[in-house]
């Protein structure tokens, strides 16, 4: 059965970077030929995409987020990393980690707060 866990901090300053990673059981990154993907859902909005990578490494990231955001992975640990420069609150949200289309991980919340 394929799980999916997020890890990382939760509290991030403002200009300081959030960096989150999924560990997936169950599955393995390079050989699924799936995409690995990076979702947001800020309160009281809807879910927000913010990219993905795929099996042979290469990365997708939303246009509004690409200058920020970068998405790498260890094939080693079957683990793959979200990295969010330049927190600030609107960046606060419940990340989740998901392979397409149908695993999600439980959901890690992340504040852009002093």
Do not use: M
């Amino acid at each position: 059965q394929v799980q999916l866990q997020e890890s990382g901090l939760g509290l991030v300053k403002p200009s300081q970077t959030a960096f989150l990673t999924c560990t997936v059981s169950g599955a393995t990154l390079t050989i699924d030929k799936s995409w690995w993907s990076w979702i947001r859902q800020p309160p009281g909005k809807p879910l927000e995409y913010i990219g993905f990578i795929d099996w042979t490494g290469g990365t997708t990231l939303s246009p509004a987020l690409k200058s920020r955001a970068s998405i790498s992975w260890d094939t080693s640990k079957d683990q793959f990393s979200l990295q969010l420069n330049a927190v600030t609150p609107e960046d606060t949200a419940v990340y989740y980690c998901h392979k397409h289309s149908t695993y999600w991980g439980q959901g890690t919340q992340v504040t852009g707060s002093s």
